[in-house]
């Protein structure tokens, strides 16, 4: 079997080791012992994306006029440009009632779980995750919803994805009322096959499955392609997640969006927007103007084959990624995982005890680099996620601390 089959107690065990990994965060921030870090990324910042006329609205010349807090859906301006986009990548006929804003894609994840919870009034529904994944996202559905959620794993290291239409089967077997995706996933970055990503949209839908696809990874694709679903995207079933969270390292902005059928959508008293009504209202006014521009530049790069604005800094990852490839390469005791999409290399180290314990003598030399436990992998794997989406000298700091590692005596 490729997969690992793991249950609640295995995932709220994965999710705690993300509380030993920041514990010792907290201690080498507290001990000003850290030089550099590949944990997150850091790749655009406002500056870079908003113009002076912007930043001078938002509190240097505060004078225009504007109300407290704005749509609960989110901006129509924002929404405008999400169904563009979508509609010119997949050739569907999205509108403003697939698409609300949310505060980030975890919180999106969190409040389509609690209104599809909603809908099973007599019963709790069941979530089959098809990973790796973030285990974190379940926190909220395992211990206060109280949800059942099965993990299936594929990390065995013969691909991190279903191959077959019979993997897909023997997963639906659990009898899930939802089924998690993440496309690509993560850490690894490796598309789902789209031709099984169909095939199991279909099959839920006529078992009445809702299929949750986290896409906060596609960026950066390797075949310069990305995902690109077709129509039959577009399916009652399907909920869409998303952000620039990660495909910018904008992740302070919390700002991210459901796609979705306008039933689930709903408005400021029904479906997922009632949900976002109290909890963010609307995305500041940066937020907004940053996404509507990060968006008109993918928009003109698709339809006017015109460069991407940021087209030297994506160029600039690929080196990075690159350095970082040829240098670990050297090493015995290094597997690289090559990815198909996002700007993180996931590594494998042989002949170590664990992955909690490489983080904690990276941190004890000065850098980060995420131990990937709290993903779905065995810690005894020692699988570590490096992002190359950083200043070239925190890239050489870390990598010099990880190899210095790695040459000594076992």
Same mark, same amino acid.
């Given at each position: ?7 609640? @107690? ?23 012992n850290?030089?550099s ?9 406002? @500056?870079?994306i ?13 004078h225009?006029?504007?109300l407290?807090?704005?749509?609960? /859906?989110?901006e129509?301006?924002?929404?405008e ?10 050739g ?7 698409v ?41 559905p395992?211990? /206060? ?28 077997? &659990?009898k ?5 995706v ?21 099959? &839920? ?7 949750i ?24 079933n399907?909920?869409r997640?998303?952000s ?13 969006? /459901? ?11 029904t ?9 963010m209202?609307?995305?500041?006014r940066?937020?907004n103007d ?10 003109n ?6 460069e ?11 080196k @990075? ?6 240098l ?5 005791r290094?597997e ?5 999409? &996002?700007?993180?290399?996931t590594?494998?180290i @042989? ?20 131990p &990937? ?13 490096i992002?190359?989406?950083e ?20």
């Amino acid at each position: 079997m490729r997969y690992i089959v793991t249950k609640n @107690k295995q995932i709220k065990k994965r999710m705690r080791s993300f509380n030993e990994y920041y514990s010792l965060l907290r201690e080498a921030i507290v001990s000003g012992n850290l030089k550099s870090s590949l944990d997150r990324g850091a790749f655009t910042h406002p @500056k870079q994306i908003l113009n002076r006329e912007i930043i001078n609205s938002l509190g240097l010349k505060r004078h225009r006029i504007s109300l407290g807090y704005g749509q609960e /859906v989110g901006e129509d301006i924002v929404r405008e440009k999400i169904v563009e986009r979508e509609n010119l990548i997949h050739g569907t006929d999205y509108n403003l009632e697939n698409v609300t804003v949310v505060a980030g894609a975890w919180f999106g994840v969190e409040v389509v779980i609690e209104e599809i919870t909603q809908k099973y009034a007599n019963k709790k529904p069941k979530i089959a995750v098809i990973g790796p994944t973030h285990y974190q996202l379940f926190q909220r559905p395992i211990e /206060v919803l109280g949800l059942e959620v099965i993990g299936f794993d594929f990390v065995n290291f013969k691909g991190s994805t279903p191959k077959t239409k019979e993997e897909i089967d023997q997963i639906l077997k &659990c009898k899930p009322n939802v089924v998690f995706v993440t496309n690509p996933n993560n850490p690894i970055g490796e598309y789902f096959p789209s031709n099984l990503l169909r095939y199991l949209i279909s099959t &839920c839908k006529k078992r009445k499955i809702f299929v949750i696809i986290d896409e906060m990874q596609n960026f950066l694709a390797t075949d310069g392609k990305g995902i690109n679903y077709g129509k039959w995207i577009k399916a009652k079933n399907v909920i869409r997640i998303d952000s620039f969270s990660k495909h910018y390292a904008l992740a302070e902005y919390r700002v991210g969006w /459901v796609i979705a059928d306008k039933s689930i959508i709903g408005s400021r008293y029904t479906g997922i927007t009632q949900h976002v009504r109290g909890l963010m209202g609307n995305a500041p006014r940066a937020a907004n103007d940053a996404i509507v521009k990060l968006l008109d530049f993918e928009i003109n790069e698709i339809r006017n084959k015109i460069e991407h604005p940021l087209g030297r800094r994506i160029k600039l990852l690929y080196k @990075k990624e690159d350095f970082i490839i040829k240098l670990l390469s050297k090493n015995p005791r290094i597997e690289i995982i090559h990815r198909d999409a &996002c700007f993180n290399l996931t590594v494998r180290i @042989k002949d170590f005890p664990s992955d909690i314990e490489m983080s904690r003598r990276l941190m004890n030399r000065g850098t980060l680099i995420m131990p &990937c436990t709290g993903y779905g992998y065995r810690t005894e794997d020692v699988v570590m996620r490096i992002t190359f989406a950083e200043r070239w000298s925190r890239i050489k700091h870390s990598m010099a601390v990880l190899t210095s590692i790695l040459n000594e005596k076992k």
